[in-house]
């Protein structure tokens, strides 16, 4: 045993040798044979940062993907505008309660890593007009906005998301909404819906008490 063990060491066949003599450890990992000299570059987690404050808004970096806002937070009258694409590998965007109240416009625009966007309650309320565009989000699954969040929004916008599964927009959300958009393509007559893996559409209490036309076309969806 002992120059089998010397004989596979000296001809670096594998990366882990066991000497039946040595004592044995609880549990190894897996072994994998390696060239002499092979590099192995442990696997990074995924990178989240926390936002509290006005001025990390526009810290990004590339290899964030995960992004939260903090409750209570960026309420300045200075923020009217996020650049949503300084964080290009955003996989989940997490929007606490009472955020961002002043944004005239919260645009998640070609993040083609994107799968999850949640808003808390009272989110983006001040300012009228505004509007939640997401467009060319390829992996996009679901859009969840909590109570009376973007009422005072005059849009709705998601477009290019052919994988999206799930839209939950709770009650007094888009109360003052004028314009409904919700299609897989980059082309629309003004209100309708195309998204074809769409399975679960939520509308709460009091969204889209203005007038707006709304037709649902998505087969398979549940609307409740």
């Given at each position: ?5 010397a ?9 882990v040798?066991?000497?039946?003599k ?20 442990p ?7 926390v936002?509290?404050?006005?001025q ?40 606490g ?75 007094g959300?888009?109360a003052?909404?004028q314009?409904?958009?919700l ?5 629309s ?10 399975i679960?559409?939520?509308l ?21």
């Amino acid at each position: 045993m002992r120059d089998a063990v010397a004989r596979i060491k000296r001809e670096g066949k594998t990366t882990v040798v066991i000497d039946a003599k040595d004592p044995q450890p609880e549990s190894i990992g897996t072994v994998v044979n390696l060239k002499p000299g092979t590099v192995v570059q442990p696997v990074a987690p995924m990178e989240r940062v926390v936002i509290s404050h006005e001025q990390e808004l526009e810290r990004g970096a590339a290899v964030v993907q995960e992004v939260v806002v903090c409750d209570n937070s960026c309420n300045e009258t200075s923020v009217t505008a996020w650049r949503v694409a300084v964080f290009p590998s955003l996989r989940v965007l997490q929007i606490g309660q009472n955020c961002l109240a002043n944004l005239a416009e919260l645009a998640l625009c070609d993040l083609p890593m994107l799968e999850k966007v949640t808003v808390g309650s009272q989110s983006v309320t001040r300012h009228a007009g505004s509007r939640l565009l997401i467009r060319n989000c390829a992996v996009l699954k679901q859009v969840k906005v909590g109570a009376g969040s973007f009422a005072s929004s005059a849009e709705l916008c998601i477009t290019e998301c052919q994988l999206l599964e799930s839209v939950e927009l709770m009650d007094g959300c888009f109360a003052a909404c004028q314009q409904v958009l919700l299609q897989s393509g980059g082309s629309s007559d003004g209100g309708g819906i195309d998204l074809p893996c769409l399975i679960q559409l939520v509308l709460g209490k009091g969204v889209f008490q203005k007038e707006c036309r709304f037709q649902l076309e998505s087969s398979g969806v549940e609307e409740s």
